[in-house]
């Protein structure tokens, strides 16, 4: 597939930004829709107003998607604020043994309901100790309190904890390396209107297959025009080689053609003529429209 214009791109894309501390997550998502000029726009995974870093925004057809990114696992780099001084060695031992699954109740504060949850903490480093402050990285399941987190360390440490300072360095594929600033994506957007710049598809603008971690699966060509309509994915229309396991039931996939086209989220029923339903379809039908008037002239 050739690469997709700036104005094709928009029709459905994220954004990733360096959210500055401050300004709510609803409201940088604001901004970034209007800088770009999008209908729709929102953000996944919301960052408290004082938490910095990743923080992508879905844009226009994108904010449907956005389920499938805010399950992707999280990393953090955070200060713990320890209320007494406290064995450095002491403190390793203990933070450790937070890594694996852990169970917590969202703060009072949060919008979600006050019930208890299971999180998978995949690792914590301590990166530096200066003091009372523990300077720490955590990789952990999308829906972890870091807050929360570090109040529980501060509790089996009997000391007391709190957190300090938090900025979220990873969101599933993205990491600090691939956000802009709201300045950064503002000038691209500029020069792109301006001069026709290609700063802004080159590097700002990401498809979303490109960052949703799901299985794929493959379609004939010729089911394309049926699935752009609203047509399940019957099993003569995959593109499967001999002997290819295919996702089972309840399986969320990313879907193509043969000739590599983004088609769209489907989930899998696996029956046996139908085999899964698009969530999300990415075909436009008056591309194929004209392709069916076409062949009836």
């Known amino acids: 597939m050739g690469e997709k214009t700036i104005s094709e791109l928009l029709k459905g894309c994220f954004i990733p930004v360096d959210k500055p501390r401050g300004p709510p997550s609803a409201q940088v998502g604001q901004w970034v829709r209007e800088m770009v000029g999008a209908k729709r726009g929102g953000h996944i995974g919301t960052l408290d107003p004082n938490v910095s870093g990743v923080l992508l925004i879905g844009i226009n057809k994108a904010v449907r998607l956005s389920q499938y990114l805010s399950r992707q696992e999280k990393e953090y780099v955070g200060i713990m604020h320890l209320h007494r001084e406290m064995d450095e060695a002491r403190v ?14 969202p703060p ?3 919008a979600v309901a006050k019930r208890w949850r299971e999180r998978v903490v995949s690792r914590i480093d301590i990166l530096e100790m200066r003091g009372r402050d523990v300077l720490m990285r955590v990789r952990c399941e999308a829906g972890t309190y870091i807050r929360k987190l570090m109040y529980d360390m501060g509790k089996a440490l009997g000391c007391g904890a709190n957190m300090l300072e938090l900025r979220r360095t990873r969101s599933g594929r993205v990491g600090e390396e691939r956000i802009f600033t709201l300045y950064e994506v503002q000038e691209a957007v500029r020069r792109w209107k301006e001069s026709e710049d290609e700063r802004l598809r080159r590097k700002i603008l990401i498809p ?3 960052i949703i971690e799901l299985e794929r699966i493959f379609v004939k060509e010729s089911a394309l025009p049926s699935l752009a309509y609203g047509s399940p994915i019957y099993r003569k229309g995959l593109a499967v080689n001999s002997g290819e396991k295919l996702p089972e039931r309840g399986a969320s996939v990313l879907v193509y053609s043969e000739n590599g086209r983004f088609c769209g989220v489907a989930h899998v029923e696996d029956g046996p003529e139908m085999y899964a339903k698009l969530h999300v379809n990415w075909l436009d039908t008056s591309e194929f429209t004209k392709k069916w008037k076409s062949k009836k002239e």
Not at 92 to 105: A, N, P
Request: glycine content about 4%; hydrophobic content about 25%; aromatic content about 4%.
């Open 92 to 105: 390793r031992e203990v933070v450790k043994r937070f890594e694996g699954k852990i169970s917590q109740k």
């Open 208 to 210: 979303p297959d490109e």
């Open 108 to 110: 009072l504060r949060s």
